[in-house]
């Protein structure tokens, strides 16, 4: 028994992980070689699980496709930055969420270290398994508005609308935008199913690039439906961009939320 109780679907109902775990605080521990070598075999067991998926293969292929449009095809990403993953010592959606991490950046050849992660969420054992895969667990809040130099895949599996907005905003511009590339929630979806009254409040950038950003649809074979629902990834082609005045990319404020339209946690 391993602690978690997945919760299966019932008639007409969605299909959903809800996991109970027994002993929660233990990840909180630090210093605790046993628990974070339990999670660590977990996450590298999922990730064989997800390598041998058909999804897996097609999802690989996308991802290069991709890297190639943005850089050309000599040159490689040049960091992977991950926001809101979640708590994956507990959670099967995360666990397989840092599964396809551990995955992409193997056969992207992204050295670990530039693997850069942040979710204020994250327990201690959990930063202990990732540093341990050589990664780098950033200990500031950047509230999502990294501002990327080279061309960054920004691995954001279903975080709120405000965080994707901030990204945007740090990147407002056809220089900065091109270069990035994010896998997360569908912008058209959003633009299409929330209100644009909402819109405007918490994603207002989203609304304004979702015209000009193009969306890739990830395979819709993988076994687990609410690991990779909703999610798709986002170029921002340099071609569609630089069609647009400047006028566009002017008057763009560091975004301010009321606090019912916050969907990240802030920097305290
Ligand atoms: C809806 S959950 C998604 C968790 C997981 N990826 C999934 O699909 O179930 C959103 C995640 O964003 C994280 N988050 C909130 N504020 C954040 C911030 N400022 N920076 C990075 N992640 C943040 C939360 O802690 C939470 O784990």
Redesign the pocket.
Known sequence: MDGFKIVTRKRGKKKQFATTVNCKETYFVSGDNHIASTVKRKALSAKETLCCTDFYTEMKGKVEECTKKVNGPDKSLGEIVT?????FAE?L??RY?LALLLALREDLQIPPSDVLL????FFMAEKEVLSDFGFHVLSE????KRQCGSSTLFYM????KS?YNNLLFANWSPDRLHHVIIIGNSFTNMVQNVPSSTMKKCAPLIMKIQPYAEEILLPGNFQYEDVFNDTVIHLFPQGKLNLLDTEFWEHCPEPKYDQEDLE???KS
């Open positions: 926001y809101g993953l979640g708590n959670c959606i995360s969420q942040y979710d204020p969420k809040n950047e509230e999502g599996p279903h975080c709120g965080l990240f946690i802030p």
